[in-house]
Structure formats: C-alpha cells, structure tokens
C-alpha cells in the first residue's frame, strides 16, 4: 500500500537528512504517527472534557482515551479497506489535538472571543499545533514549522479543507473549518488546487471513526452515569435533536425505523444498567457490536478493498449507517450535554474562560507562558497579540484554566 504514495504524499516542509544507521528502520509516515504521540498537545488532552469533564468520573472518557479509540477504528477501517493505516491513525490521534478546556463549551466561548483575530475552530487550532505550536523544527528563516509532517499526514488531519469564509452552512453549532487567515501557506503546501474542498480518504476514514467512536462511546458513558437507560427512550427530543443538529430532513418514521433497527441488534439491553460486572460486559459487546456494524456497512458500501490513498477514492457511507449515527449522538446530547443539573456548569465554564482571556490580554506578555509571551511580543498588531492569547488558553487543560484564572483573578473556579 505504501507504493500508492510518491515523494511529493512523503515530503515534508523542511527537508530532513537521514536518521542514524543503527536506528530502527522506520517510514515516513511511522515517523509521523511517533512526533504526534510523543507531542506535549497529546499529553494534555488526558485532562481535557470529551463530553462530561475527566475529574468527574474514571471511567469516562477524556478526549485522550476518546483519541486513541478513534485512532483504533481508524486504522481497522484503513487497513481493511486497503489503505495506508499509519497515515488514518496518526489524523485520529491528531484530530482532537486543538480542542480548547471544556470541551464543545469551550471551543464556543473562544470562537466568539476570536472575531476580531478572525474566530477559533478546534480543528483549524490542530493544524496551528501541528505545523506551528508544537516545537520541533524550524526552516531557515527561523520560524517554527511545528512537527514537520509529511504532507499526505497534514492533508489527512484536514477534516475541513477550506477557510473560514468558504465554510458551509452547519448545523447545531458554529462554522466549522481547517485552517486561520494566518495559516494559509502551509495549508497552501499541503493542499494541491485540484482537490478543491475535496478531503483525501484518508481524512475520510478519521472523519468517520470519530463519528463512529464519539456516537457509540458517548452513549456507553452516558449509560455508566447513570444519565441514559437504553431500555426507557424519550423519542420525541430525540429526534427534535437529530433534525437540529445532524439530518434536518429526518421524519419521525424515519427515526423510529432507525432506532428500532439499532434495539434489533443482539447486544442490545433487554434490562437497565445495574453496575454489576455482567451488566458492564453486556454494554461493552454492544458498543463492539455497534462499531462493528457501521464500519462493516461502510466498507461493503464502498467497494472495499481497493487503492484508497489520497484523492483515488471516497468512502461511501449508508444513509442507513448515517442515521444510526446521529440517534446514538443525539440520546448523549438530551440526556448528557443538555441534562438541567450541567446547564449552570456549563455557563460557569463560559463565564470563565472569558474572564481568563480578558484578564491575559490586560497583562500581556507577563501572565504568557515563555513561547507564547515570545508570539506575544512578536505579534504586529493588537489582533495578532488577541491570536496569542487564544493560543494559549486553548492549550490550557479544564484544570490549569480553572487554576490560572483564580490565581489571575483572585476568584474562585467551576
């Protein structure tokens, strides 16, 4: 498979010479995968929020574990369609690497904080890290260009291949979009004209093992707190969140066809959650059985196996597998995310991560870690020093944001 890829899919911002004779024998997109495990971005997101915040619980996922099981659907999927798994696995575990403290909350107060230095997207912030923020190499006129990946891995991590002002219309949040104003000519690098707004499959296969993990992981989680019992579904704002957030054409038959389609699998809970060690096994097999029927559809749908490297290929996903996907996403979203006794959490977060931007801005460069006090001083104008301080709250775990903003502000946190 790796003969799909040329040196143009293998080459990287800043040439690198050989590594040393008697080191492991790697390619270059192992290489790849081992810069983005060994980034101190990954390190953090064990304390970041995926849906309910890491200090809550030790059983839920923080975006971390949710990485690494997205990066494990993605390297099945790629490998049995026939692509290059190292390049699906290492997008996975980047995916999720821009995410700022408080998960889906946090990313919505920063992306209204940014308007003035062009708004934050979670994704668009991984390219930053990936080809800027992280520190690993620079070019010859001193700039860092982060982890110096290969271009087919850096296109791959492109979940949304346009700018800002190219995004399209979307549902259940803000525009979403891969890459800031500042960023365009390493996007530019990576990007080939032809491709448009075209993702590469491989991105493709990221895009969808997230979706696969987020929607059957989150309900798994959801279930273990106690917040969802399989066995006792209110339908009705179900389905009113599907329509807003995922398939706005969806019918009620539709929906209900769907759901009992998914009740129909074998593993599906007959009785509710009780914490016992068979009820935890039971839940397991279903969300094995569950990821194991949507990447089964999808590779069947798209022909699998063949040559899926790059732009020779798309996956097809089922209508079917589509909507079972957004049923699961939205019973976490009513019974977890939208749940009354999380919605003065969530304001708190809010009210928080305003006050630590504002407060940042105020003081500048002191209050800045050293990197991001250097970007700060370097900055050209007051919308390149508000960037900075994005940067860096987005950095920050739901812990030290909580603990930077009571030592900045002498007040107390969420």
Not at 24 to 47: M, Q
Request: aromatic share 6%; charged share 30%; glycine share 6%.
């Amino acid at each position: 498979m790796d003969s799909l890829y040329d040196d143009a899919d293998r080459e990287r911002i800043v040439a690198e010479l050989p590594k040393r004779v008697d080191a492991p024998e790697r390619t270059p997109f192992e290489r790849d995968r081992a810069r983005v495990v060994h980034a101190a971005s990954s390190r953090r997101l064990a304390a970041k929020t995926q849906v309910v915040g890491p200090q809550s619980d030790d059983f839920v996922r923080n975006r971390l574990t949710h990485s690494l099981e997205v990066a494990q659907v993605a390297r099945d999927l790629s490998r049995a369609l026939g692509s290059q798994p190292d390049i699906a696995e290492t997008a996975a575990l980047a995916h999720d690497l821009g995410h700022p403290p408080f998960g889906h909350n946090g990313e919505a107060v920063l992306a209204t904080l940014a308007e003035p230095c062009g708004g934050f997207e979670g994704n668009a912030q991984t390219l930053r890290l990936l080809t800027r923020l992280e520190a690993k190499t620079f070019d010859a006129a001193g700039e860092s260009v982060g982890l110096n990946l290969t271009r087919a891995t850096l296109d791959a991590c492109t979940k949304y291949p346009w700018r800002r002002s190219e995004a399209p219309s979307t549902l259940g949040g803000s525009a979403k979009f891969g890459v800031y104003e500042d960023d365009l000519p390493v996007f530019t690098w990576l990007r080939s004209p032809e491709t448009g707004h075209r993702k590469c499959v491989e991105a493709q296969i990221m895009d969808l093992a997230d979706d696969v993990a987020y929607s059957v992981h989150d309900v798994e989680d959801g279930v273990v707190a106690g917040r969802v019992d399989l066995t006792r579904l209110d339908a009705e704002p179900v389905w009113e969140i599907v329509r807003e957030w995922y398939l706005p054409g969806a019918s009620d038959d539709e929906l209900s066809a769907t759901l009992s389609g998914l009740r129909a699998v074998g593993s599906w809970p007959e009785a509710s959650y009780d914490g016992s060690r068979r009820s935890l096994a039971a839940l397991k097999n279903l969300t094995s059985d569950l990821i194991g029927r949507f990447c089964g559809d999808v590779q069947a749908a798209s022909g699998a196996p063949g040559a899926f490297a790059r732009y020779r290929a798309d996956l097809v996903v089922p209508e079917q597998t589509l909507r079972e996907i957004a049923v699961l996403k939205a019973i976490a979203v009513h019974y977890v995310m939208r749940s009354d006794d999380r919605r003065l959490l969530l304001e708190r977060q809010r009210e928080l991560l305003a006050e630590l931007v504002a407060v940042l801005v105020d003081r500048g460069a002191d209050a800045l870690d050293r990197l991001f006090a250097d970007d700060w001083r370097a900055a050209p104008d007051d919308a390149g020093r508000l960037r900075v301080v994005i940067d860096q709250v987005a950095s920050l775990t739901d812990v030290t944001a909580v603990a930077w903003h009571a030592r900045l502000t002498g007040e107390s946190g969420v």
